[in-house]
């Protein structure tokens, strides 16, 4: 892969990998580091990297350092604040489905959201996305099942916005 | 709380999210509508799993720029930092040859001796860091392994040039850190070009005091040499404060910053180093 190629690839590639890193991390400077460490993982391993499957890559990289940093916020947050109570997601404040979604998504376990992401924003098949979080095809179809019904058990409590 | 999924049984559940996901043929596509239709609790579980499917939001990575490599490790001349350095390189020459010359400090010590000689040298050697090479030459104690070139602090370095001054007559300062064109390799043979170019955040950082006093900086990713021109800049008269600083970076290694001057090489390299 030389310089044009790579090139070619953060032309295509990066927004859809920051918007993923957004959705996992909300901190856009975080979300920022996600894409730039991927890339250049990806240039570092460019010889190695079969350019055909280099998007696969870069997500992978994504997803594991997401993962990575959502754990250490976790951490972090567990040390710093025990007494913090979440708003009712039943509250006043949710006024439109695509904030009630949003909610939603943040509560789902990683891998929950990860592959509905992947499902629907990047439009990956469940073999792709089984590639990318190193889990089966039946894995992936499940815990997008399983996600999807969360979801929508979300959804249904907010009956008056459907 | 209304919960839709207690009342329909998984397979259920299952066949309806298989039709939302694609997967069922025309045949059993129509089949499971006609199924959703049937029951109320199956059209309600429809449309609010179907609300669950997202819709891809433009967005946009703000720093795309900075990840996009180029062809070469070379840089352009950039017009601001060419005035600063080359100015910079310019009054070093100036005050050297002016104050104490090679041929100047053997005539202002007659019958020396070589005590006197090495302590004259010393002086001197301090009276340049004091006036102007310390703050041009940021120079690490580390080199390649390669090159095989003795590490020097910044403070050899002065006092290279101090003993190369008693020594030649040249109207000039050469200080011989790296070769014009040397390629340098890391221990694991990677280049100093591939090592510049697989950086994304800038090499160097320079910090300077323009000539009104402003403070200024600047960086740029990949960054290897800047080029000089000495002649525009020589009508300033004085010296920037310049100061380069290397970044550290995780997974990269650290650029050295040497600077270069002669009559017909001016500029200042960066030399890329574990």
């Given at each position: 892969?030389?310089?044009?190629?790579?090139?070619?690839?953060?032309e295509?590639?990066s927004?859809?990998?920051?918007?993923l890193a957004?959705?996992n991390?909300?901190?856009?400077?975080?979300?920022?580091?996600?894409?730039?460490?991927?890339?250049?993982?990806l240039?570092?391993?460019?010889?190695?990297?079969?350019p055909?499957?280099?998007r696969?890559?870069?997500?992978?990289?994504?997803y594991?350092?997401?993962i990575d940093m959502i754990?250490?916020?976790?951490?972090e947050?567990d040390m710093?604040?025990t007494?913090?109570?979440?708003?009712?997601s039943?509250?006043?404040?949710?006024?439109?489905?695509?904030?009630?979604?949003?909610?939603a998504l943040s509560k789902?376990?990683?891998?929950q959201?990860?592959?509905?992401?992947l499902?629907?924003?990047?439009?990956?098949?469940y073999q792709e996305?089984g590639?990318?979080l190193?889990?089966t095809?039946?894995?992936?179809?499940?815990?997008?099942?399983?996600?999807?019904?969360?979801?929508?058990?979300h959804?249904?409590?907010?009956e008056?916005?459907? | 709380m209304?919960?839709?999924?207690?009342?329909?049984p998984e397979?259920?559940?299952?066949?309806?999210?298989?039709?939302?996901e694609?997967n069922l043929?025309?045949?059993?596509?129509?089949?499971?509508?006609?199924?959703i239709?049937?029951?109320?609790?199956?059209?309600?579980?429809?449309r609010?799993?179907?609300?669950?499917y997202?819709k891809?939001?433009?967005?946009?990575?703000?720093?795309?720029?900075?990840?996009?490599?180029?062809?070469?490790?070379?840089?352009?001349?950039?017009?601001?930092?060419s005035?600063?350095?080359?100015?910079?390189?310019?009054?070093?020459?100036?005050l050297?040859?002016?104050?104490?010359?090679?041929?100047?400090?053997?005539?202002s010590?007659?019958?020396?001796?070589s005590k006197?000689?090495?302590?004259?040298?010393?002086?001197f050697t301090?009276s340049?860091?004091?006036?102007?090479?310390p703050?041009?030459v940021?120079?690490?104690?580390?080199i390649?392994?390669?090159?095989?070139?003795?590490t020097?602090?910044?403070?050899?370095?002065?006092?290279?040039?101090?003993?190369e001054?008693?020594n030649?007559?040249k109207?000039?300062?050469?200080i011989?850190?790296?070769?014009?064109g040397?390629e340098?390799?890391?221990p694991?043979?990677?280049t100093?070009?591939n090592?510049?170019?697989?950086?994304?955040e800038?090499d160097?950082?320079?910090?300077?005091?323009?000539?009104?006093?402003?403070?200024s900086?600047?960086?740029?990713?990949?960054?290897?040499?800047?080029?000089?021109?000495?002649?525009?800049?020589?009508?300033?008269?004085r010296?920037?404060?310049?100061?380069?600083i290397?970044?550290k970076?995780?997974n990269?290694?650290?650029?050295?910053?040497?600077?270069?001057?002669g009559?017909?090489?001016?500029f200042?390299?960066?030399?890329l180093?574990?």
């Open positions: 892969m030389d310089h044009k190629e790579f090139n070619r690839i953060v295509a590639h927004d859809a990998l920051y918007r957004l959705k991390i909300k901190v856009t400077e975080d979300a920022q580091e996600i894409v730039q460490t991927a890339f250049e993982r240039w570092i391993n460019r010889n190695t990297v079969d055909e499957k280099c696969a890559f870069l997500f992978r990289v994504a594991n350092f997401t754990r250490k916020q976790r951490k947050a710093e604040t007494n913090f109570k979440e708003p009712s039943e509250g006043a404040d949710f006024k439109d489905l695509k904030r009630v979604l949003e909610r789902l376990s990683d891998i959201r990860n592959v509905i992401l499902r629907d924003y990047e439009g990956y098949s996305i590639d990318i190193s889990i095809e039946a894995q992936v179809k499940i815990n997008i099942f399983r996600g999807r019904k969360q979801l929508q058990e959804l249904g409590s907010m008056d916005y459907l | 209304r919960n839709t999924q207690n009342n329909i397979e259920i559940q299952w066949q309806i999210f298989e039709l939302l694609g043929t025309l045949e059993e596509s129509e089949k499971t509508l006609k199924l239709q049937s029951h109320s609790a199956y059209q309600t579980f429809y609010e799993l179907s609300l669950t997202l891809p939001e433009p967005t946009e990575f703000p720093k795309k720029s900075i990840l996009l490599k180029s062809p070469t490790n070379h840089l352009k001349i950039w017009r601001n930092l005035l600063l350095a080359s100015s910079a390189a310019a009054i070093a020459l100036f050297l040859n002016k104050t104490e010359t090679p041929n100047t400090i053997n005539q010590i007659p019958n020396s001796s006197t000689t090495t302590q004259n040298q010393t002086q301090e340049l860091e004091n006036r102007t090479i703050t041009l940021k120079k690490s104690n580390q390649s392994p390669k090159k095989q070139t003795p020097l602090p910044s403070e050899a370095i002065n006092t290279q040039i101090a003993k001054d008693v030649q007559s109207p000039f300062r050469v011989p850190i790296v070769d014009e040397t340098f390799m890391s694991n043979g990677e100093n070009s090592i510049a170019s697989n950086a994304i800038p160097v950082q320079i910090v300077y005091t323009d000539f009104n006093g402003n403070n900086e600047i960086s740029e990713p990949s960054q290897t040499e800047f080029l000089l021109d000495i002649a525009e800049n020589l009508r300033f008269g010296l920037p404060k310049m100061k380069f290397p970044r970076r995780q990269h290694l650290i650029p050295q910053v040497d600077m270069l001057v009559t017909d090489t001016r200042i390299q960066t030399t180093i574990q």
